[in-house]
C-alpha cells in the first residue's frame, strides 16, 4: 500500500505536468476537428457494444472537439480542476468509446489517462504533495511500453522489414550510414523494455532523457499520429527527477489591479475570438462560454485574472491553430465529399459555399459547388465553373462540367467550344476527348467521370 500511498512529489512537478499535458491536449483536440465529417456518415460502430446508438454525428463531434481544447486549456491554468477535468474525461470517453472512426491505441490511452487525472491534487497548496493518482499514471505509461515492445516480438519487425518501409528521409540517411536499420529495429523494443522501468524513481535520471530522446526520435522519424509523441513527452514532466523542479523556488505573481476589469475586457476579447475564427460553431460556443466564465466569476469571486487569461487563451488557441492549418479548409472539403456520396446536395452545397468563402482560391470548392448547382438548373453554377476554369485552367474537368451542362439544355455551340477549351486545358484528359468528338459527330455523349 505504501508504493500507491506514500507517493510524493514536488507541487511545481503537479503544475508544470498539468499545463504541458492539457496544452497538448488542447491541441491533439484541435487537430481532430477536421475528422468531424467522417461522423454521422451513415457508418459506425462503437467500441463497445450498446454504443451505436450514442455515436456523435458531424455537428456533434466538431463541438465537442471545439469544447474540449477551450476546456484543456483552462484546466493548464488550474481553472475549476475538480469540475473541469471530470467532464473532459466524460466528453473525451464518449467521442473514443462510440465510434471505431477513431480507433488510435493512443487516444485509449489518452482516455484511461483521464480517468485517473480526475484524481490527481492538480491545484496543489503544500511543497510536497501526496498522490496515489500520479503513481498510477506513471505505472500506466510503464505498462504502454511493456506491451509495446512484446508487440515487436516479430520476425517482421526484428529483421527491420517493419521499419524499413516507414523511416525515411534525414534521419534514415543516417542510419544507413551508422548501425543500420535491422540494428534499430533490435534497439526500439530494447529501449522500450528498460523504459517499463520507469515506475521506479531511482530510475528516473537515466530514464527520462532516455525516454524523452526515444520520443524526440519518433517524430524525426516522421511516424507521429497526431501528437502523441509530444504527448509523451509531456508526460515525462512527472518522471523528471524531482531535484529539477526543487532547485530554486519561483517568486509569486504580483497582484494585478481592478481584475474586473480585466475580466470584463476579457470577456470583449472572447466574443470577438468566437467571431474571428472559422471553426462551424466555434461563435456560439465561444459566446455560451462568455456568459459562463462571467457568470461564474461572479458568483465564486475568486481568480478573476486567472479566469480572464484562461479564457482568452483558450479562445486564442483556437483563433491560432484555425489561421496557421488547413484544418477548417480540409474539414468543409470532407463535409462536402461525404454529402455529395451520400447523395445529399444540400449539405454539400451548404459546405461548398463556407469553403469558398473561407478558401476563394479553393478550385474543387467552386467546382463542386458549381456542379451542385447545375444539377439542380441553377445558372449560377456557371458562374462558379467558370471561377474554377480561372483558377486552374490547366485542367479539363470544370470545362467538361460546363460542357455537359449546355449540351444537356440546348446550347450544342456554346458546348462544343467548351469542350474545344478542355482539350486544350488538358490534352491527356479522356474524358475532354470522348467528349469532344461525341459533340463534333452528334453522337452521345460519354458518361461522366466522378472527379
Known amino acids: 500500500m505504501k508504493f500507491w500511498f506514500d507517493f510524493e512529489v514536488p507541487s511545481a512537478k503537479i503544475v508544470v505536468g498539468r499545463v504541458l499535458l492539457f496544452g497538448l491536449l488542447a491541441l491533439d483536440a484541435l487537430i481532430q476537428f477536421v475528422h468531424a465529417p467522417r461522423y454521422g456518415a451513415g457508418f459506425n460502430v462503437a467500441q463497445l457494444p450498446g454504443l451505436d446508438a450514442l455515436g456523435p454525428g458531424r455537428l456533434a463531434y466538431g463541438t465537442t472537439e471545439l469544447v474540449l481544447a477551450y476546456v484543456f486549456v483552462l484546466i493548464a491554468f488550474g481553472v475549476a480542476t475538480r469540475w473541469l477535468v471530470p467532464?473532459?474525461?466524460?466528453?473525451?470517453?464518449?467521442?473514443?468509446?462510440?465510434?471505431?472512426?477513431?480507433?488510435y491505441q493512443h487516444h485509449y490511452l489518452i482516455a484511461m489517462l483521464l480517468v485517473i487525472a480526475c484524481f490527481v491534487p492538480w491545484q496543489p497548496t503544500a511543497g510536497v504533495v501526496r498522490s496515489w493518482a500520479v503513481r498510477l499514471l506513471i505505472v500506466e505509461i510503464a505498462i504502454v511500453y511493456l506491451w509495446a515492445a512484446i508487440s515487436k516480438i516479430d520476425p517482421l519487425w526484428l529483421d527491420g522489414t517493419a521499419l524499413s518501409g516507414q523511416v525515411h528521409g534525414s534521419l534514415r540517411s543516417l542510419i544507413d550510414a551508422t548501425i543500420g536499420i535491422r540494428a534499430v529495429a533490435i534497439l526500439v523494443p530494447l529501449t522500450e523494455l528498460a523504459l517499463t522501468l520507469i515506475w521506479w524513481r531511482p530510475a528516473w535520471k537515466l530514464l527520462a532523457p532516455l525516454g524523452i530522446a526515444f520520443h524526440l526520435g519518433i517524430v524525426w522519424s516522421g511516424l507521429e499520429i497526431g501528437l502523441f509523441a509530444w504527448l509523451m513527452i509531456g508526460l515525462y514532466a512527472f518522471v523528471l527527477p524531482d531535484r529539477v523542479y526543487t532547485w530554486r523556488r519561483l517568486p509569486?505573481?504580483?497582484?494585478?489591479?481592478?481584475?474586473?476589469?480585466?475580466?470584463?475586457?476579457?470577456?470583449?476579447?472572447?466574443?470577438?475570438?468566437?467571431?474571428?475564427?472559422?471553426?462551424?460553431?466555434?461563435?456560439?460556443?465561444a459566446i455560451l462560454a462568455t456568459v459562463i466564465v462571467a457568470v461564474t466569476a461572479a458568483v465564486t469571486r475568486r481568480r478573476?485574472?486567472?479566469?480572464?487569461?484562461?479564457?482568452?487563451?483558450?479562445?486564442?488557441?483556437?483563433?491560432?491553430?484555425?489561421?496557421?492549418?488547413?484544418?477548417?479548409?480540409?474539414?468543409?472539403?470532407?463535409?462536402g465529399g461525404t454529402s455529395r456520396r451520400l447523395?445529399?446536395?444540400?449539405?454539400?452545397?451548404?459546405?461548398y459555399r463556407r469553403l469558398a468563402a473561407i478558401?476563394?482560391?479553393?478550385?474543387?470548392?467552386?467546382?463542386?459547388?458549381?456542379?451542385?448547382?447545375?444539377?439542380?438548373?441553377?445558372?449560377?453554377?456557371?458562374?462558379?465553373l467558370h471561377t474554377a476554369q480561372q483558377l486552374d485552367?490547366?485542367?479539363?474537368?470544370?470545362?467538361?462540367?460546363e460542357a455537359r451542362w449546355l449540351a444537356a439544355h440546348g446550347k450544342p455551340h456554346e458546348a462544343l467550344a467548351k469542350a474545344r477549351a478542355a482539350t486544350t486545358a488538358d490534352p491527356t484528359d479522356a474524358e475532354a476527348r470522348n467528349l469532344l468528338a461525341a459533340l463534333t459527330t452528334g453522337h452521345r455523349l460519354p458518361p461522366a467521370h466522378d472527379h
Open 343 to 351: 447523395e445529399d446536395p444540400a449539405s454539400a452545397e451548404t459546405a
Open 304 to 335: 478573476l485574472v486567472a479566469i480572464a487569461l484562461a479564457h482568452v487563451v483558450a479562445l486564442t488557441t483556437w483563433v491560432v491553430v484555425d489561421r496557421t492549418s488547413s484544418i477548417a479548409r480540409e474539414y468543409y472539403n470532407f463535409w
Open 252 to 285: 509569486a505573481l504580483p497582484a494585478v489591479p481592478r481584475p474586473w476589469l480585466v475580466l470584463a475586457i476579457a470577456m470583449v476579447v472572447g466574443v470577438v475570438l468566437g467571431v474571428v475564427c472559422r471553426f462551424p460553431g466555434a461563435l456560439v460556443i
Open 87 to 103: 467532464l473532459a474525461a466524460v466528453l473525451y470517453n464518449w467521442l473514443y468509446f462510440a465510434s471505431q472512426l477513431d480507433s
Open 359 to 384: 478558401a476563394p482560391d479553393d478550385v474543387s470548392a467552386h467546382y463542386y459547388l458549381g456542379v451542385v448547382l447545375l444539377d439542380r438548373d441553377d445558372e449560377a453554377g456557371l458562374d462558379e
Open 393 to 401: 485552367n490547366h485542367h479539363a474537368r470544370a470545362y467538361n462540367a
